[in-house]
């Protein structure tokens, strides 16, 4: 689980990058977003694979927290997971030209062209029918049990 720090450096980042669905991020604590936010890799690798992925993908970070939490909360429709992986795939995108901009003159920069590739790959495997809506699926399952427990604990006094 990260830090509120280092939950608060992704945040800041995903501003100023004026990425899409910084309003849905702004309705969560920083406790929420670091309960949420696993990282770029999907939740059955180990942790310490996760933070190597996120290391060598740090500009993509930023997407992947607000992606983390609409998983988070994923109401389990398909109109939800494809928004949420659309709107991934546009924050990518966004990243890899922020990260590398384009230079007057320079028609192929591999640096970029290579960002962007990334991008997208990462938007595939999220948005696969296989593994990705599986995913999505099973988020929202976790996210009723979570609903339930806290309804339970309500009921509780506790």
Same mark, same amino acid.
């Given at each position: 689980?990260?830090?509120?720090?280092?939950?608060?450096?992704?945040?800041?980042?995903?501003?100023?990058?004026?990425?899409?669905?910084?309003?849905?991020?702004?309705?969560?604590?920083?406790?929420?977003?670091?309960?949420?936010?696993?990282?770029?890799?999907?939740?059955?690798?180990?942790?310490?694979?996760?933070?190597?992925?996120?290391?060598?993908?740090?500009?993509?970070?930023?997407?992947?927290?607000?992606?983390?939490?609409?998983? !988070?909360?994923?109401?389990?429709? %398909?109109? &939800?997971?494809?928004?949420? +992986?659309? #709107?991934?795939?546009?924050?990518?995108?966004?990243?890899?030209?922020?990260?590398?901009?384009?230079?007057?003159?320079?028609?192929?920069?591999?640096?970029?062209?290579?960002?962007?590739?990334?991008?997208?790959?990462?938007?595939?495997?999220?948005?696969?029918?296989?593994?990705?809506?599986?995913?999505?699926?099973?988020? !929202?399952?976790?996210?009723?049990? %979570?609903? &339930?427990?806290?309804?339970? +604990?309500? #009921?509780?006094?506790?």
């Amino acid at each position: 689980m990260k830090s509120e720090t280092e939950i608060d450096a992704l945040v800041r980042r995903a501003v100023d990058a004026g990425l899409e669905g910084l309003d849905f991020l702004s309705s969560f604590t920083y406790a929420e977003l670091a309960e949420g936010y696993n990282g770029i890799g999907p939740e059955f690798l180990p942790v310490w694979l996760r933070d190597i992925t996120s290391d060598r993908l740090d500009i993509f970070a930023p997407c992947a927290v607000i992606h983390d939490m609409r998983n !988070h909360v994923a109401d389990g429709t %398909r109109a &939800a997971f494809l928004h949420a +992986n659309d #709107e991934f795939r546009r924050n990518c995108l966004k990243m890899a030209d922020l990260a590398y901009p384009q230079q007057p003159g320079v028609e192929d920069d591999m640096k970029r062209a290579r960002a962007k590739a990334v991008a997208e790959i990462l938007y595939c495997f999220v948005s696969a029918d296989n593994f990705g809506w599986r995913a999505w699926q099973e988020a !929202h399952e976790r996210y009723l049990e %979570r609903q &339930a427990a806290a309804s339970q +604990n309500k #009921e509780n006094g506790q």
